[in-house]
């Protein structure tokens, strides 16, 4: 199976003038506790996002988008949702209904009505990114935890899965990765249906340098 990142649009380009919209919470959102790795303690998540799920809208293009990224959670409209359904997708715990409570034009206004949006929390999963072949380089390699295969990480390469590893989900955080996946049923159902959902990265092309300036070690 092939993986992707999946991203919003960046500023100015074609995706964004279509159905770019930036998605913020409001200031009195509530947050709850992080997931914890039980061996080591650090965290694997941002601070959980509690109700009311209550958001401000922008849009810079003439349709609403059917994803919204909102810091690290993600809002679903009710087609995405319809499609995902319909598609036996999975890997999305439930959808829980959203609360615009402001919305802004930066440009003309969007040609249809703005659709009901959803929290979908994205489950963490078995799924276990390759950090050897995918080249992660680490600050103290002897500091990389077992259990959830976090460390002092400096930079990485690329995002290959372990195909052993894969649980059959179709967008997850996988085990010891740092973005989330979505699998090649997930991008072929969302573009055979035009989704506006934003950029599609092949994992294994996707790589990102923290600490320039600094040496890593490579795992053996």
Known sequence: MKFFLIQRPPAG?????????????????????????PECGRALSMLEWLPPFEVELTTFGRHYADI????????????????????????????????IVKLRHRRKKPLEPIPQYF?????????????VASEYE???????CPCCLTGPLIRYKSQIVDQNTWDG?????P???????????FV??????????GIFT????????GFPWKKGHLQK
Not at 202 to 209: I, L
């Open 188 to 197: 072929d159902a969302c573009q055979e249906h035009n989704l506006n959902i």
């Open 13 to 37: 380009s074609d995706e964004d003038r279509s159905f770019g919209v930036d998605c913020e919470k409001t200031d009195h959102a509530q947050n709850g506790n992080a997931n914890i790795c």
């Open 169 to 173: 989900l179709d967008i997850f955080l």
């Open 68 to 99: 919204l990224y909102c810091v690290d959670d993600l809002l679903v409209s009710d087609r995405f949702v319809d499609v995902y359904r319909k598609a036996g997708l999975t890997g999305l715990d439930e959808f829980i209904p959203a609360q």
């Open 119 to 131: 929290r979908a929390p994205v489950k963490m999963s078995k799924t276990t990114i390759d950090q």
């Open 175 to 185: 085990r010891g990765g740092r973005r989330k996946l979505v699998s090649q049923r």
């Open 138 to 144: 680490w600050e103290d390699c002897s500091k990389i």
């Open 202 to 209: 092949p994992a294994e092309t996707f790589g990102n340098d």
